[in-house]
């Protein structure tokens, strides 16, 4: 089976996350009856609908898993999450590579696209099975079904009438849990295993499970939010569940009432950290950091909290977390670059839903429940008013300077702008956002976007954390200058930078404490510019794969306690000024597969505590002075430098711990 766009599951590294995902109950006959639906000569498309949270996807994936499916298909399985607001062109490029097996072209549109791969199937005739998870209209459908000689689709849709009628297609509902397989995929949730416990009240664990419906969502998150609870605490949740409507089929409201019983049992503080889900779209991997910013410099939740309150929700299945790397080294330093958190849509539409109870003109979350080609018609009838919210979320297509309308908004602390498109006008209401901490401006559609309208960010002087995803970003970093207090600054998937020293991009950020690039796949060659950054305490370039030196002002970034330089394909050394970094703690050169040998000065590493040198295949011999890293404890590495180390811990260091991991490939990273 391959998986893309996945809702996210967690990784193995997350071992503090919530318990095992891919429990499947009640999912046996539903798997046969599509099975057989499907594996009908005449069927080329079968579509299964039922409502948000009904268990579509776990069937969509029981699926992958079966044992005829792999027989028939084999390794042409390929499961696509839709979503209600696509990237349809990026979704039929990832469709050609995948299925076609060979370099895609460039298409002119959507239409283009669909044409070509239409051709391309016909010509290759095959078994393939095509999963479309989440499809939320026909009109977006029609762009991803194909015909040919043994090509299946399976779509899952809450909306029936999102599937074609015609004589190749079929229908199948999918039905809610029958009593036996609800209780146990509640108990599940709620007590870690299939049954009731001897120690709990049979009878009140039965009604609260009755109140749940058959939903599998609902049984899940209201199993989760009861886990571990005194009785007390299940005599208030049936109570409020009892007084709330019956979910049916499609009975949103029905079901949002439902979980509302799962935050009702949250405090204040986590209600509200709830609520700030809202902000970000469905079924989409999203760093944590960006969550955990809008808590530390909104919400004034210190780092360590917040990121207990992130697991928190996780474990409440209120959100999923998902790790690359599995590496939690740098959770001790304040930062969560490498996990990312997703939610369900009905989730998400419940965090909406509680955070707008209020009127606009009082709520201090102003957000747009879903993408429009611009903003919504009632924000305009308010922008003669000075508007409360703190935190700002806008979802649209590509926007130029007039689209916007002037808006009000002198209390906003957090804007978190998402959009698809190859050019971007920044809004310009943004100048009047005084106190604004967090920024975030996020691209997923398929090319890296132009911004413009920068000149806004001049009159911020608060900001405290700026994260770009899929720009052309050296424009907005030029911003620098009024930048000053900034203290965190994350730019993934960037374009535009080449060889810095060519791009004239200088970086003044004396206040910066937390830099990273990520996946700025033309970078070449760092200027010294980058090193001038006093208070940096995190210091992180990955997966730039034309990187080939770092400059040797590296050495001034003096308070470092984290340097993160892993996945750099082509770097051939370190920097001898590395051996000024005195208070470095933690190393992470794996995946540089050139790296020949660390400089001798590393042995000047005396806070030096963890360093990761996995998948450093040209890494031959370590040099003498490692000896002296006095206060090393942890290292990870390939069997072969793990053999010397071996013998460096039998003879200077006896408390280090060494841990040989296998080669590990991964494209994770590209789920969205």
């Not at 469709?95 to 391309?120: T, Y």
């Not at 299940?234 to 799962?262: F, M, N, V």
């Amino acid at each position: 089976m391959q998986i893309f766009n996945c809702k996210s599951l967690c990784g193995d590294g997350c071992n503090s996350f919530p318990r095992n995902s891919q429990f499947y109950v009640g999912v046996e006959n539903s798997t046969h009856d599509v099975k057989e639906l499907l594996f009908q000569t005449d069927v080329s498309v079968v579509g299964v609908h039922c409502i948000g949270g009904g268990g579509k996807t776990t069937l969509a994936l029981a699926l992958c898993n079966n044992p005829q499916i792999k027989g028939h298909f084999g390794n042409r399985v390929f499961f696509f999450t839709v979503s209600q607001s696509p990237d349809l062109k990026g979704i039929l490029e990832t469709s050609w590579e995948k299925i076609v097996g060979s370099k895609r072209p460039e298409f002119q549109n959507v239409e283009d696209a669909h044409r070509q791969l239409q051709e391309q199937i016909l010509r290759q005739p095959r078994p393939t099975l095509v999963i479309l998870d989440d499809v939320w209209s026909r009109a977006n459908l029609e762009k991803l079904i194909f015909q040919g000689p043994g090509y299946k689709t399976l779509v899952t849709t809450r909306d029936s009438s999102t599937i074609p009628k015609d004589s190749s297609t079929r229908l199948y509902q999918l039905p809610l849990l029958g009593e036996d397989d609800a209780l146990s995929l509640f108990c599940f949730w709620a007590f870690g295993q299939t049954s009731i416990p001897s120690t709990a009240d049979a009878s009140l664990v039965k009604k609260v499970k009755a109140e749940c419906k058959g939903l599998p969502l609902a049984l899940k998150v209201i199993g989760s939010s009861l886990n571990g609870e005194p009785p007390v605490a299940w005599q208030s949740a049936r109570d409020k569940l009892s007084k709330g409507e019956p979910i049916s089929d499609y009975h949103k409201e029905g079901l949002l009432r439902c979980l509302k019983t799962s935050i009702d049992c949250l405090d204040d503080v986590a209600r509200e950290c709830f609520l700030d889900l809202g902000c970000f779209p469905e079924n989409r991997k999203i760093c944590a950091d960006a969550l955990l910013d809008i808590w530390v410099y909104v919400r004034k939740l210190e780092w360590q909290d917040a990121f207990v309150m992130l697991l928190k929700l996780a474990r409440r299945n209120l959100l999923n977390l998902s790790s690359i790397s599995g590496n939690t080294a740098e959770f001790s330093y304040g930062s969560a670059s490498e996990l990312f958190f997703s939610q369900h849509d009905v989730i998400r539409d419940l965090a909406f839903y509680l955070g707008h109870q209020d009127s606009l003109i009082h709520s201090k979350r102003l957000i747009m429940p879903r993408k429009e080609n611009s903003l919504p018609e009632k924000w305009e009838l308010l922008k003669v008013r000075s508007l409360p919210a703190q935190v700002v979320s806008i979802h649209t297509g590509p926007m130029e300077e007039t689209q916007w309308f002037e808006m009000n908004l002198p209390e906003t602390e957090a804007l978190v702008l998402l959009f698809t498109g190859s050019e971007y006008f920044l809004p310009p209401f943004l100048k009047s956002m005084k106190k604004l901490k967090f920024l975030m401006v996020y691209n997923y559609g398929s090319n890296r976007a132009i911004v413009n309208g920068l000149d806004c960010l001049s009159s911020i002087t608060q900001l405290k954390s700026v994260r770009l995803e899929k720009l052309i970003a050296p424009p907005v970093l030029r911003q620098s200058k009024s930048l000053q207090n900034l203290a965190k600054l994350s730019v993934s998937l960037g374009e535009g930078f080449g060889k810095w020293k060519e791009t004239h991009l200088t970086l003044n950020l004396p206040s910066e404490q937390n830099f990273n690039l990520d996946h700025c796949n033309d970078l070449e060659e760092l200027s010294p510019a980058i090193c001038h950054m006093p208070s940096a305490r995190m210091w992180s370039i990955t997966n730039c794969h034309q990187v080939e030196k770092l400059p040797n002002e590296l050495g001034n970034l003096s308070s470092l306690r984290l340097l993160r330089l892993s996945a750099l394909p082509n770097l051939k050394e370190l920097p001898p000024s590395i051996g000024k970094l005195r208070q470095l703690e933690y190393l992470d050169i794996s995946l540089c597969e050139l790296l020949r040998e660390l400089p001798e000065v590393i042995g000047e590493l005396k806070q030096l505590r963890e360093i990761d040198m996995r998948e450093c295949s040209h890494l031959q011999k370590l040099p003498r002075s490692v000896c002296g890293l006095t206060s090393l404890r942890r290292v990870i590495c390939d069997e072969k430098i793990g053999s010397q180390w071996l013998q460096i811990k039998g003879s200077s260091m006896p408390e280090l711990g060494i841990e040989i991991v296998e080669p590990k490939f991964s494209l994770d990273w590209l789920d969205n």
